[in-house]
């Protein structure tokens, strides 16, 4: 498994600044946000639901990330998946970081992907929680 998610009610831009905010408060910031829907409907004429990645990082995490291994970068940051479903309910999916960084083989990494997991499935709780 890859990630984990959580559903939730309401609308679709609420979902977004919910997820941002709760993100927030484990530390983490909004870095990119895709558009996909957007994207697709510009790019192929495709007509979608909702759906937005959002680029997650918590800078202190992720300096230690880099010092562990530079090429690391390429694995960051975090993705956060808010798509909004067939029957109007919003899914908000987590990468796992654990899932991801046991690619790296350096040192310390793998307790670093505990820790910021750990960070998303408080946001995760969060979100289900309202």
């Given amino acids: 498994m890859y990630g984990f998610n959580v559903q939730m009610d309401g609308s ?15 530390g983490f ?3 990119t946000e895709i ?31 880099l010092n562990a291994d530079p090429d690391i970068g390429l694995l960051l940051p975090c993705n956060v998946v808010v798509r909004e479903e067939g029957d109007g309910r919003i899914t908000v999916g987590f990468m796992d970081p654990i899932a991801v ?18 960070k998303l499935e408080r946001v995760r709780d969060q979100l289900a929680t309202g």
Avoid at 12 to 26: M, W
């Fill in 35 to 65: 558009d996909v829907k957007a994207t697709l409907k510009a790019k192929l004429d495709v007509d979608r639901n909702a759906y937005k990645i959002l680029g997650a990082c918590n800078p202190g995490l992720a300096n230690q990330a």
């Fill in 12 to 26: 679709f831009d609420d979902a977004v600044n919910r997820v941002t905010e709760a993100l927030k408060s484990e």
């Fill in 101 to 118: 960084m046991s690619l790296v083989d350096k040192s310390g990494v793998k307790e670093l992907a505990g820790q910021v997991r750990a």
């Fill in 29 to 31: 910031g909004v870095l």
